[in-house]
């Protein structure tokens, strides 16, 4: 778990969370919008797909749960004296949905969306678990061990799914061609202590 920590294939770069810590305003209003893009993701799949009963009833209670997490965030800024502030391009995010395969029946699709839904729950379980050990403010280390914890059950969630519609050897190969091609992403993606990924 400790280097390839979910299948990662590329640990996140050490000097992230030393950057992160200087601007926790930043990571903490970026944090917040990727807690509400996994909301919207979530309810997406599920009016796209209502016919699929697993999915319908997995991915309900997470749509919450994500909600959850937005609204610690918001607590986590107000605290500081901080508001939400505008939303940042996500270079990460629209780099990775170029990873979906378009075309093929509506499982493949489907699949393709939850594995990318998988792989973002990864590499941010992956992040939260270097702030939790790394960051020095106690109150915020408790709240990332949380969300460590929370987002490796999502990860799960999504995979177990993309494995209900698709037999398992499909999943698993694309799911190896996806952290692949995530690692590329990120090997090329500068390192930026204002974003959570
Ligand atoms: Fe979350
Ligand atoms: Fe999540």
Same mark, same amino acid.
């Given at each position: 778990?400790?280097?390839?920590?979910?299948?990662?294939?590329?640990?996140?770069?050490?000097?992230?969370?030393?950057?992160?810590?200087?601007?926790?305003?930043?990571?903490?209003?970026?944090?917040?919008?990727?807690?509400?893009?996994?909301?919207?993701?979530?309810?997406?799949?599920?009016?796209?797909?209502?016919?699929?009963?697993?999915?319908?009833?997995?991915?309900?209670?997470?749509?919450?749960?994500?909600?959850?997490?937005?609204?610690?965030?918001? /607590?986590? *800024?107000? !605290?500081?004296?901080?508001? =939400?502030?505008?939303?940042?391009?996500?270079? +990460?995010?629209?780099? #990775?949905?170029?990873?979906?395969?378009?075309?093929?029946?509506?499982?493949?699709?489907?699949?393709?969306?939850?594995?990318?839904?998988?792989?973002?729950?990864?590499?941010?379980?992956?992040?939260?678990?270097?702030?939790?050990?790394?960051?020095?403010? /106690?109150? *915020?280390? !408790?709240?990332?061990?949380? =969300?460590?914890?929370?987002?490796?059950?999502? +990860?799960?969630?999504? #995979?177990?799914?993309?494995?209900?519609?698709?037999?398992?050897?499909?999943?698993?190969?694309?799911?190896?061609?996806?952290?692949?091609?995530?690692?590329?992403?990120?090997?090329?993606?500068?390192?930026?202590?204002?974003?959570?990924?």
């Amino acid at each position: 778990m400790e280097k390839h920590i979910l299948g990662l294939e590329l640990p996140t770069d050490p000097r992230w969370v030393n950057i992160a810590e200087k601007s926790i305003e930043d990571i903490l209003v970026d944090h917040a919008y990727c807690e509400q893009k996994a909301a919207s993701s979530c309810i997406s799949l599920i009016v796209k797909f209502p016919d699929k009963r697993e999915l319908v009833e997995m991915l309900t209670p997470v749509v919450a749960e994500e909600w959850g997490h937005f609204e610690r965030v918001i /607590e986590e *800024l107000t !605290k500081r004296g901080f508001g =939400l502030g505008k939303q940042r391009k996500d270079e +990460y995010v629209l780099q #990775l949905s170029k990873l979906e395969k378009k075309g093929g029946s509506r499982e493949q699709q489907l699949v393709e969306k939850l594995l990318i839904n998988a792989l973002i729950e990864a590499r941010s379980c992956e992040r939260f678990r270097l702030l939790w050990k790394h960051i020095e403010d /106690e109150s *915020l280390q !408790k709240f990332y061990y949380e =969300l460590m914890v929370s987002e490796a059950g999502h +990860y799960k969630n999504f #995979l177990q799914l993309a494995k209900t519609y698709l037999p398992d050897e499909y999943v698993m190969k694309r799911w190896k061609e996806i952290l692949k091609g995530e690692a590329d992403i990120l090997a090329n993606l500068e390192v930026r202590g204002d974003r959570m990924h």
